[in-house]
């Protein structure tokens, strides 16, 4: 039952290969929706954003290192710093005594000089002082008994025979100055964050947020914290979205819920202003008050698509037209709690993630054996949601329970998604299926 405008929003995307005789035909598979959505966006500018602030994006720039890291040789264990030479065949049973001349701590310069028969007691990260090139750590000594006997420390000898820059950390051995350290395009984990601090950066240029607008339609739906009138249902979607929204690195702004008629979404729309992507959610399948695909057509470049996935069958995808000549993309996922998670998953995520200026867009995906079966009654890609666990080195993807697009507890059992083709009419139990891991790091790529 395609309404007019939803015909009209199907002419308007140009590179549709198929007519619109046939529902079926006019269904894209997930590929083809995902390259017409992820066509249309591209990383957004930099900012400067301090060291703490960062974490998850992307450097804009490329960090060089102005200094030797460390910037002094320095001691790895708290010990004493001798000439190498002096110590050579030393043991327990013949140690080497040495005169202790003097003491570095670490933070301390050292401007005493190690001479032949000589030692300095040093501290781990202390500088090596001039003329010594070993550091015998104080168990290789007899520092202990010494000071358990109370005799005095002016003295030490030394247990082992160590060779040249043994416990010595030389200067510019993890940096030198002028080194590229990190490169432009590389997300920041607190590893970047902690190398960027120890070359004394309190910030850095990265490619900034996007701001996603939120936006639920629907007559049902009530706002959490208010009261639930007979028929309502609380919206979910605007806080699943906004929760997806913050995981994957955007920023939510939540415009809250637009009632089914045509002046409240588009005051509602309005307010999206300036945002980098709008999500809504519901009024896009074909049972719809045809009032979103109304209001969305008027007022952009709008495309309805079905898309060849279960769940979220019904999409929309395009731009909408502010004023001032700016358009913003948006997206319409479906209103059934799920399909709303899964589409934004496969859509709303990747897309987010390129304005965010990352190279790995997909989450990683693992094989595992499915242990009960999951079925594809129309030739649509099911993704079903699964728990996933691990024995003995295998995968393990259990199904949930009722695979119900409204069933959100679902989406909470679940973490992972396991995919039965589109031309398969099921997966059965023992199988090996492709597991989409929703909660694993994608930084890596698997
Ligand atoms: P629709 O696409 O408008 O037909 O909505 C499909 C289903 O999703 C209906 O059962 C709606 O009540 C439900 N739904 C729509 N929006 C929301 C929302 N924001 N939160 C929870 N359920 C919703
Ligand atoms: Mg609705």
Redesign the pocket.
């Known amino acids: 039952m395609a309404s007019h405008s939803h015909r009209e929003g199907h002419q308007q995307s140009h590179d549709h290969e198929h007519g619109h005789s046939h529902a079926e035909e006019d269904m894209l598979s997930v590929e083809e929706a995902f390259q017409r959505i992820m066509a249309s966006f591209s990383p957004l500018e930099a900012e400067e954003v301090s060291l703490l602030d960062c974490l998850g994006q992307v450097l804009a720039e490329n960090i060089r290192s102005p200094l030797d890291l460390p910037p002094l040789s320095n001691s790895a264990m708290d010990g004493y710093a001798v000439l190498s030479a002096d110590i050579q065949g030393a043991s327990p049973e013949s140690p080497r005594n040495l005169e202790v001349i003097g003491l570095v701590a670490a933070g301390q310069g050292s401007n005493q000089t190690v001479v032949s028969g000589a030692a300095i007691r040093i501290m781990t990260g202390a500088p090596i002082p001039a003329g010594a090139d070993a550091v015998v750590p104080f168990e290789e000594t007899d520092e202990v008994e010494r000071r358990q006997a109370g005799r005095p420390l002016d003295q030490v000898a030394i247990y082992s025979s160590l060779p040249v820059g043994v416990n010595v950390r030389p200067a510019g051995e993890d940096v030198r100055r002028g080194q590229q350290v990190l490169d432009a395009g590389t997300p920041v984990r607190p590893s970047e964050i902690g190398v960027m601090a120890s070359l004394g950066l309190t910030s850095t240029r990265v490619i900034r947020r996007p701001v996603v607008s939120i936006l639920?339609?629907?007559d049902?739906?009530v706002a959490s914290g208010r009261p639930l009138e007979e028929g309502k249902?609380?919206?979910?979607?605007?806080f699943s979205v906004a929760g997806s929204v913050v995981a994957c690195g955007g920023i939510p702004r939540i415009l809250g819920?637009a009632r089914d008629n045509l002046e409240d979404l588009n005051n509602k729309l309005t307010e999206a202003a300036g945002s980098d992507l709008i999500v809504t959610?519901?009024?896009?399948?074909k049972?719809?008050?045809d009032i979103?695909k109304d209001v969305l057509t008027e007022r952009g470049d709008m495309n309805f698509w079905s898309v060849r996935m279960r769940p979220a069958k019904?999409l929309a995808f395009g731009h909408l037209r502010e004023d001032g000549g700016r358009s913003v993309p948006l997206l319409g996922l479906?209103?059934?709690?799920v399909?709303?998670m899964v589409a934004f998953e496969m859509f709303a995520r990747p897309a987010i993630r390129i304005m965010l200026g990352k190279r790995i867009l997909a989450r990683p995906m693992v094989e595992g054996v499915l242990t009960a079966p999951i079925y594809n009654a129309d030739g649509r890609r099911v993704y079903a949601r699964v728990e996933v666990t691990r024995k003995d080195g295998m995968y393990y993807a259990n199904p949930v329970g009722p695979q119900g697009s409204?069933i959100?507890t679902s989406m909470s059992r679940a973490n992972g998604l396991a995919i039965c083709p589109d031309d398969l009419p099921s997966q059965g139990a023992g199988e090996q299926v492709q597991i989409i891991m929703l909660d694993w790091n994608e930084e890596v790529d698997v």
């Open positions: 639920a339609t629907g049902e739906l249902i609380f919206d979910s979607n605007s819920i959610s519901a009024g896009v399948s049972g719809d008050y979103v019904p479906p209103g059934n709690p399909s709303t409204n959100l």
